[in-house]
């Protein structure tokens, strides 16, 4: 009896260890636009909420998000500063809105999708990168 518990205390041991290794954390944060100003030469303002319904509280050290308006790549946001998400509580976050070349922004109410690559502090220097998806509508000045 005593070879067969420890025989499966270390297949157990070995196939967390395994498994822990290769697999990333899983999020359970929504992400909308809140606001985009374009700003006169292409670089604006805009800002995202980070909607945590988890119990997890989540450390982002920084995000970079691809904005699609009607479809269409528009821009992308950089948030560089860090970003802390309470456990079941929502948090906004302003970035620098950097337009593509040529991108059309139209006014007035509009369809977005964000696709963000989310840089997500682990501990001490340990990060790992994740995406975030977001889609909703926003209202455009």
Request: aromatic share 6%; hydrophobic share 45%; proline share 3%.
């Amino acid at each position: 009896m005593k070879k067969t518990l420890l025989a499966f205390c270390a297949a157990f041991a070995l196939i967390v260890s395994f498994t822990g290794c290769g697999g990333h954390i899983p999020v359970s944060v929504d992400l909308e636009l809140v606001s985009l100003d374009r700003g006169a030469d292409g670089n604006g303002k805009a800002t995202l909420r980070f909607l945590n319904r988890g119990i997890v509280a989540y450390n982002f050290k920084e995000t970079t998000t691809r904005v699609l308006i009607d479809g269409k790549p528009v821009g992308t946001i950089a948030i560089k500063n860090a970003v802390g998400i309470p456990a079941s509580a929502a948090v906004e976050a302003s970035g620098v809105f950097t337009a593509e070349k040529g991108a059309a922004i139209p006014s007035g109410t509009a369809r977005y999708q964000l696709e963000t690559q989310v840089t997500v502090t682990l501990y001490d220097d340990n990060t790992e990168k994740l995406k975030l998806l977001g889609s909703g509508t926003v209202v455009l000045k």
